[in-house]
C-alpha cells in the first residue's frame, strides 16, 4: 500500500472509531431500569374566559390529557383570563372563576395543585379589606394552603412558589426563609419538582422577558442544595423551551391558551399559535432515581 493511502485509511479508522466513540458515549450505561413513580399533567396560562367557547374547548383538551392515565395536575396559574386591570369589575372577576369552579368540578376525581399567576388577583376592588382584593381569594379559588406551599408524593417532594411579588417575578423575604427552610430539611438525593408561574431561568425570556428578577438567588439556593435532584416548570411567556444550569432542568411549557384562546399570531404555523410555540400543555413521567421526562403536546381546538 502506498503511503498517502495507509495514512488516508488510518484517518477514515480513526474517524470512525472518534464517531463511535461519540456514540457510545452520549448514550447512558446500560443497567436496571428504574420505576415510574408518577405520571402528572402540567397545565398553565389556561386564562380561562367565557368568549370564544373557550371552556368546551378547555374541556376538550382534558379528554385528551385522561387519556394519558395521570396520577394529577399541576397547574402553572393565569387560571383565569385577566383580573388584575384596572378597568376590570367585580362581575367580571366573579363570571370568570365561575366558569373555572365548574370545569374544575368536573375534573374533581383527580387532585391540582396550582400556583398564582400575574393576571389573577383583582388589585382594582374598592379597598384592600375587600373580600376578593389581592391573593387571598385566589387562593381560595384554587383551594390551594397558601400562596405558597410544598407537599409530597410518592419519594418526591413538590414546592409550589408565589412569583407574584414586589417585582415581578420574584420572592419576597418570607417566601426565601420558608423555602431556604424547605430544602434544608430534605434528605440528599431527594428528588424536588419546583413549580413556578415566571421561568426561573430560561431560554426564550432572552427575548421575551419575563424572568424572574431574583434568579441568581435562585439558582444559588438551588447550587447549596446539589445533593438532591432538582427539576423546575413555569409558564408565563407562553413559549416552550429548556434550559439546564448547574444540575438543575428547568422547563418552561407554553400555555393551554396559546394565544389566549384567540387566533394566534403565527397561522402560517398553525391556529392558537403564540410566535413559534402552539396552545398545548405538559405530561411529565417521574422516576424513582429522580429523572423526569418532559413531554409538551398540542392542543388543537
Known amino acids: 500500500m502506498k503511503r498517502r493511502e495507509l495514512i488516508k485509511g488510518i484517518g477514515l479508522i480513526a474517524g470512525a472509531l472518534s464517531i463511535s466513540g461519540s456514540a457510545i458515549a452520549a448514550e447512558p450505561v446500560a443497567g436496571p431500569k428504574k420505576k415510574r413513580i408518577l405520571r402528572i399533567a402540567h397545565l398553565t396560562d389556561i386564562h380561562m374566559r367565557p368568549e370564544l367557547n373557550a371552556p ?6 382534558m379528554k385528551e390529557i385522561k387519556k394519558h392515565k395521570i396520577d394529577f395536575f399541576l397547574n402553572g396559574g393565569d387560571t383565569i383570563f385577566a383580573a388584575d386591570y384596572g378597568n376590570i369589575t367585580r362581575d367580571r372577576v366573579e363570571a370568570q372563576w365561575a366558569i373555572w369552579q365548574e370545569l374544575r368540578n368536573e375534573l ?3 387532585e391540582m395543585h396550582s400556583c398564582l399567576g400575574n393576571h389573577d388577583m383583582w388589585w382594582a376592588a374598592p379597598d384592600k379589606q375587600d373580600t376578593m382584593y389581592g391573593k387571598p381569594h385566589v387562593v381560595k379559588q384554587l383551594n390551594i394552603p397558601n400562596r405558597y406551599y410544598s407537599f409530597q408524593k410518592q419519594g418526591w417532594h413538590f414546592v409550589i412558589l408565589d412569583s407574584n411579588n414586589s417585582n415581578a417575578g420574584s420572592l419576597d423575604p418570607e417566601q426565601r426563609t420558608w423555602l431556604e ?17 415566571y421561568p426561573i431561568l430560561g431560554v426564550s425570556t432572552i427575548m421575551e422577558g419575563g424572568n424572574h428578577t431574583d434568579s441568581r438567588y435562585i439558582t444559588d439556593l438551588f447550587y447549596k442544595h446539589k445533593d438532591k435532584k432538582i427539576t423546575c416548570l413555569s409558564g408565563h411567556i ?5 434550559a439546564e444550569y448547574n444540575g438543575v432542568n428547568y422547563y418552561c411549557n407554553g400555555s393551554l391558551s396559546g394565544f389566549w384562546w384567540e387566533e394566534g399570531d403565527k397561522q402560517s404555523a398553525g391556529k392558537g399559535y403564540y410566535r ?5 400543555y405538559a405530561i411529565l413521567d417521574l422516576y424513582e432515581d429522580g429523572r423526569v421526562e ?6 388543537t381546538y
Open 56 to 61: 368546551d374547548r378547555f374541556r376538550q383538551c
Open 108 to 110: 374533581s376525581e383527580y
Open 181 to 197: 427552610a424547605d430544602l434544608a430539611v430534605l434528605p440528599k438525593g431527594t428528588p424536588v419538582l419546583c413549580l413556578s408561574h
Open 238 to 242: 407562553h413559549l416552550l423551551d429548556a
Open 276 to 280: 413559534e410555540t402552539p396552545p398545548g
Open 294 to 299: 418532559n413531554k409538551y403536546f398540542e392542543h
